[in-house]
């Protein structure tokens, strides 16, 4: 008897919900490069992957590992870790996380998650979780699934199990072996690579890889795909599950994956691009008022203010396109501590700023529109309406590029214990005009406006159903 893998309809129904985590991950597996230059290898894929996580990085070659909290270390620090702890092999993964990792058994058996698990409060008594019975539930699946598919040798049924938990994607490297699993909808990219000699394989979480690794050839992991890659680098692919349906993570194609990155042949800054485009195209008469000049912050939500004015200038020929608010991409509240940030904090506690620049030229008698990748608590909004009002804007307009932010388990994000500003309207409104229009007030913009999952599926070149949104926002729309 096999188990049958559920199918994702609204992650808020499942019995259990583990927080995010949400990471960079890389594996290798090669014949040619050994010792140090593998270590190298392993830091620069790594290093090209770390906007997906830099509050802790763990690095395993061999049987050894090496870890830490915060930004991944220079590559002459990273080689002195390795000689002094040994690291020496020809397989090695890597782990680059937006938190400390979230369960125990991170520090003791190598694996790299980007993703979450959902039904797990009952894995304490599946029949063969063994010594993993009172352990956290990484630990659990991690032995549950290496039971049946080594011990046992039954792969169909090792990656059903995997399927029926895990939303995303996980490696795994056991001695000479590593193993990596996407879910069967795809919830998450994954990418493999190999030289045309195929003495070298890569598995990373996005293609961005290959602007840098010119001589490999980067595809996608198929949704469902269990993959080994063995010692002499050699690639198995074990089975391909049916796949569910696709439902993918939407926040990828809004801040996670590097603009670089390569989406259906075409770039992430285009869709973001595109996504500004069609949210002008549906906004451009809806707005009350008209606006002058439209503002991104942070760095990533400058490729949907651009498709946004540029579209938007069909609507209002004296539109102007510039730059009028400057802030730093990590300066926003969580987990992942910086210089840049911290600094941002001590200033606003001495002098009341912050590293938020406005020119104020630019926005004197200006209507204006602020455009941010997702409204959470509110504060950064809250803080640039202040800034914007102080330099003499006319009127503020808010636009968001993402849907509502709901629930503080919202894929994508890492705010799992922070009082989200939408979520209190939920069951309260019906529409997202109601939701804009309560937003606005308590952020005290004159305007603002929510994207739709319609018009943000519109935008990435998908249909909505292919997504994830919570359900209560699925179900919104404008009037």
């Known amino acids: 008897m096999s188990f049958k893998s559920l199918p994702i309809t609204d992650l808020n129904n499942f019995a259990s919900f583990e927080d995010p985590t949400l990471a960079g991950i890389v594996a ?21 992957l770390q906007h997906r996580g830099k509050a802790y990085w763990k690095m395993a070659i061999a049987k050894k590992a090496i870890s830490g909290e915060g930004s991944l270390p220079s590559d002459d620090s990273i080689s002195e870790l390795a000689k002094t702890n040994r ?117 990373a979480s996005e293609n961005f890889l290959q602007t840098s ?40 194609f809004i801040r996670e994956s590097h603009v670089a990155t390569l989406f259906n042949n075409k770039s992430m800054y285009e869709i973001r691009k595109n996504i500004g485009t069609e949210q002008a195209d549906f906004l451009g008469s809806k707005m009350e008022q008209e606006i002058d000049r439209a503002y991104g912050e942070p760095d990533y939500a400058r490729p949907m203010t651009h498709g946004f004015s540029i579209k938007y200038q069909d609507f209002h020929k004296k539109f102007e396109m510039a730059e009028g608010i400057i802030k730093d991409r990590y300066d926003d509240a969580d987990h992942m501590i910086d210089f840049s940030e911290q600094v941002s904090k001590n200033k606003l506690l001495t002098t009341g700023r912050s590293l938020k620049f406005i020119i104020q030229d630019r926005i004197r008698n200006k209507r204006i529109a602020a455009v941010q990748g997702t409204i959470q608590t509110g504060s950064t909004a809250r803080e640039t309406i202040y800034y914007l009002r102080q330099a003499g804007a006319k009127l503020i307009n808010v636009l968001v590029s993402y849907v509502p932010t709901a629930d503080g388990r919202q894929v994508g994000l890492y705010t799992q214990n922070r009082e989200l500003i939408a979520n209190k309207y939920v069951g309260r409104v019906s529409s997202i005009d109601e939701l804009n229009k309560n937003v606005c007030k308590e952020l005290g913009a004159d305007s ?32």
Request: charged share 25%; proline share 4%.
């Open 28 to 48: 290798i597996s090669t014949t040619t490069v050994t010792g140090t230059n593998l270590v190298y290898l392993l830091s620069h894929c790594m290093r090209m």
């Open 87 to 203: 690291l020496n092999g020809k397989n090695a993964i890597g782990y680059l996380s937006k938190r400390s990792p979230q369960f125990q058994s991170m520090h003791t058996i190598h694996v790299a998650l980007d993703g979450f698990f959902v039904d797990t409060e009952k894995l304490h008594i599946h029949p063969l979780v063994g010594t993993a019975k009172d352990s956290d539930s990484l630990c659990k699946i991690y032995h549950i699934f290496t039971k049946l598919l080594i011990e046992r040798r039954h792969p169909e049924r090792a990656a059903e199990f995997l399927d029926r938990h895990l939303r995303g994607n996980l490696i795994l490297k056991i001695d000479n072996d590593i193993y990596a699993f996407r879910n069967s909808s795809g919830f998450k990219p994954l990418v493999i690579a190999t030289n045309k000699r195929k003495t070298l394989w890569i598995i």
């Open 448 to 479: 603002l406006y929510y994207n739709s999952p319609e018009i943000l599926a519109r935008g990435i070149g998908v249909p909505e159903n292919t997504l994830w949104f919570p359900e209560w926002v699925r179900f919104l729309d404008y009037k």
């Open 213 to 252: 690794l010119i001589d490999m050839r980067f595809i996608d992991v198929r949704a469902g795909q269990l993959i080994a890659l063995r010692k002499e680098s050699v690639k198995e692919i074990i089975l391909n599950l049916p796949r569910e349906g696709i439902l993918m993570d939407p926040f990828e």
